[in-house]
């Protein structure tokens, strides 16, 4: 039977950055106890000044772009742990959240970006910005804390740098919606066999043109699936519709994928 309809249901989700216990225990400190490192506001400042902002580069802009409202002080340094998107960990100092989603960002992003050199970030979110057709940088490789990563609606394509494996920390991957993504039929494979802590995989409109990976079934804590229009083919894994911790499952628009088995939760 062919798989033409999502199936099971959707539940609104919402994942709250994920803090390591050193972090937590930073309730303790006093709130202005952690000051951005020098080169931390150098690469996000040099982040910033590689793009152009442009609103139309989002489709629900923010009423004015996150990244207009940081400043740096005289002389160079400036508290980038009090700027807009940025989270720092509050013991360390560390940048470990970006969160400029529908900032509109404009521009091409290569391996060299600054961005690169933040490697305490867990959670990214570039999401509904405009990259203007690069590839997913490998340099991404660099961020190995990374724990949340959302490049969804955002202009990049070419072919997901096999790097994206190296994040074995990842509980949520979000590459949807982007205009010519391709992944590697081993590249799909090593992606579920390395990220073993994932809970929220979106691959829409990835051009993945393969088989299921079988050892989907065997992630232990997978919720939410969605892998519309990702040309897959062959029978999809029985064993992924009886994961325990499966909430959310889409397929629709891969018209040469079957199932032996349907059927629909409500
Ligand atoms: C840092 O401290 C502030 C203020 O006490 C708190 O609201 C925030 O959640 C803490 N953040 C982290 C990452 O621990
Ligand atoms: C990624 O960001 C987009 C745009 O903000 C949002 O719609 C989507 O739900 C996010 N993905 C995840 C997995 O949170
Ligand atoms: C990305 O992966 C390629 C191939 O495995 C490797 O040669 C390269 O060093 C990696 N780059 C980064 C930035 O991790």
Known sequence: MEITSLFFFLV??????????????ASFAAPYSSHCHDYES???WLFKESFTIDTSASSHPEASPKVESWHLQEGGG??????????CDNITGHVIGLDLRSSGL???????????QLIHLQYLNL???????????????HLSKLTHLNLSFSGFSGQIPSNISDLIHLLSLDLSENDNLILKNSDFNTLVKNLVSLEV???????????VPHI???SPSLTSLSLVSCRLRGEFPTGILQLPTLE???LDDNENLRAATFFRKS
């Open 12 to 25: 609104p989700l919402f994942f709250p950055l994920h803090l390591s216990p050193t972090t937590s225990a």
């Open 201 to 211: 995989l979106h691959l829409d409109y990835v051009d993945i043109s393969s088989e």
């Open 248 to 250: 959310v499952l889409y």
């Open 106 to 116: 404009s521009g091409y992003i290569d391996s060299h970006n600054s961005l690169f």
């Open 42 to 44: 150098s690469a996000l």
């Open 216 to 218: 989907f079934a065997n």
């Open 127 to 141: 999401a509904d910005n405009d990259f203007l057709e690069s590839p997913i940088p490998s340099g991404l490789g």
């Open 78 to 87: 400036g508290d980038c742990c009090s700027w807009d998107g940025v989270e």
